[in-house]
């Protein structure tokens, strides 16, 4: 299987690969206001590619429960720097985080590789053309609702069958729209709309979204129902949130680890892919 991004393609034959997160944010609900100014984002960014990042997500809009939108403006003015600043200094293949399809353009073309759309390309009707013309690689994400409203009662006939059956619609749109399947990776959205037993579902079924034959990204770093689960705070999820990833690899579902803490999980798919692919009886000395 591979990802078609804009001039680059990701393959996922060696293993699973790792995407830093950078909030470009004041209110991000994990690290708002660490990495707001420029210069910060930048060091951040390169950082994470020095601890294994395979990919940055670059975001500019907190997305955060509860969130409210901010402006165009407002966010071209956080984002496009910091991407434009990569683009140069780093290999790393670049995600911009954004619903907003101006957004989307400025940041291509000022190099970015593809486009992680929590709305799955619905929240901008200019959006879906955006990404066609430019041929960018897209996340296409599960969410129920909006920022604002999407934790205020989340309800489903069946959580895993349901975003399934949005995740094929939304293939199938796109599709006939011209964009590649080949562009297309899915992202279940936990934490976005979902109750914590919804989120617990999806992370046990995560196999079930492989018969869509797209890569799938996961997304479960610092997220709130770890907090609830060990009543831990943010910045003391690291052990929940890797236990979470590795069952999601345990499942041979996972694509691509959207992350805070990149060294950790980093070793993380170092160690799994090792054991693996480790013979069940090995000759010889071991070290």
């Known amino acids: 299987m591979h990802w078609q991004l804009r001039n680059r393609n990701l393959h996922f034959d060696s293993r699973c690969l790792v995407m830093g997160i950078v909030n470009v944010t004041p209110d991000s609900f994990s690290d708002g206001g660490r990495f707001l100014h420029t210069d910060a984002a930048i ?9 294994g990042a395979d990919l ?9 429960p509860g969130s409210q939108p901010i402006t165009l403006e407002e966010e071209l003015r956080r984002v496009v720097p910091v991407v434009a600043a990569l683009a140069k200094q780093t290999g790393a ?11 989307a353009r400025t940041c291509l073309e000022a190099g970015a590789h593809l486009i992680n759309d929590i709305t799955g390309l619905t929240g901008d009707p200019l959006m879906a053309e955006t990404v066609r013309a430019l041929g960018a690689g897209v996340v296409i994400m599960h969410m129920q609702g909006t920022p604002a409203t999407m934790q205020l009662a989340p ?30 990776a899915i992202d279940p959205g936990i934490g976005f709309g979902k109750t914590r037993e919804h989120n617990i579902a999806l992370l046990a079924g995560l196999a079930k979204f492989t018969e869509l034959g797209r890569p799938l990204c996961l997304g479960v770093s610092r997220k709130g129902f770890l907090g609830k689960m060990l ?9 929940g949130s890797l236990t979470a ?5 345990a ?12 060294a950790e999980t980093y070793d993380l798919v170092r160690v799994w892919e090792v054991l693996r692919s480790a013979p ?8």
């Open 43 to 51: 060091a951040h960014a390169l950082e994470l590619v020095r601890q």
């Open 56 to 64: 940055l997500d670059i975001g500019g809009e907190s997305t955060r």
């Open 93 to 103: 293949a670049i995600s911009v985080d954004t619903s907003k399809a101006e957004v």
């Open 155 to 184: 309800a489903y006939a069946d959580v895993i069958n349901d975003i399934v059956q949005y995740f094929t619609g939304r293939i199938q749109s796109l599709t006939a729209l011209g964009i590649p399947a080949e562009a297309l």
């Open 231 to 239: 009543d831990r705070p943010v910045a003391e999820r690291l052990a």
């Open 245 to 249: 990833a590795a069952y999601g690899l």
């Open 251 to 262: 499942q041979n579902a996972v694509h691509i680890l959207r992350v805070h803490d990149v």
């Open 280 to 287: 069940l009886s090995p000759k010889g000395r071991g070290e």
